[in-house]
């Protein structure tokens, strides 16, 4: 079972409204949680099978301009580790995916086309070539994934660069907070004024 669908939602936490949160929440992890909780007593009942939930790098590392994104990315693998835990007894695996930007047609967009747009509108692809300029391929990310399924790892983290982000933040914190700082104040001078404005 794949838990793959996902949106991301990216701007100022301030400029976000509620309705913002709830979607990503609702899709990003109550979508997770009913995909779970459907395959879930299927494979405890023929005791195999095997549950991959996409997350993401912004899940392990300091995401600013994402933050419900990584909310709910910090959630998927929260879930995914503690279930993987108690499912080994039922013969169950478990494995969260936490890749890096991958150059999917969500980088495309600007959120839900019912809620307005918030500072990374039109900006995403730019913003993300600063944190990674070479986007993973999606075939390159499956790949990988069912070399994770093969060798049931807890986490699959790709591409390299993923993982040196990875194990940057946990052992070099400071560092990498510098780095958020900077990115984000080359951001916000990027972007027109009438971008940055809170939305009302």
């Not at 994402?66 to 039922?90: C, D, F, I, N, Q």
């Not at 730019?126 to 990988?144: G, W």
Request: with cysteine.
């Amino acid at each position: 079972m794949v838990n793959n669908a996902g949106i991301g939602v990216g701007g100022e936490a301030s400029e976000l409204t509620l309705a913002h949160w709830e979607r990503v929440i609702d899709v990003n992890l109550r979508g997770v949680l009913h995909g779970v909780h459907a395959a879930y007593p299927v494979m405890i009942a023929q005791r195999s099978g095997h549950i991959v939930n996409t997350a993401s790098l912004a899940d392990l590392v300091p995401a600013p301009w994402l933050t419900p994104y990584a909310m709910t990315k910090h959630a998927v693998v929260g879930l995914s580790l503690s279930l993987r835990a108690e499912a080994a007894a039922h013969g169950v695996r478990v494995t969260a995916v936490c890749p890096g930007v991958v150059d999917t047609p969500m980088l495309d967009t600007a959120g839900p086309d019912d809620l307005p747009t918030t500072a990374l509108s039109g900006q995403v692809r730019e913003f993300f070539r600063h944190v990674q300029p070479r986007f993973y391929a999606a075939d390159q990310l499956a790949q990988d994934i069912i070399r994770g399924i093969g060798r049931n790892a807890a986490l699959v983290i790709a591409p390299a660069s993923a993982r040196v982000a990875y194990y940057l933040w946990r052992y070099a914190p400071l560092a990498v907070n510098r780095m958020n700082a900077r990115q984000l104040a080359r951001s916000r001078a990027a972007l027109p004024a009438h971008q940055t404005a809170r939305l009302t």
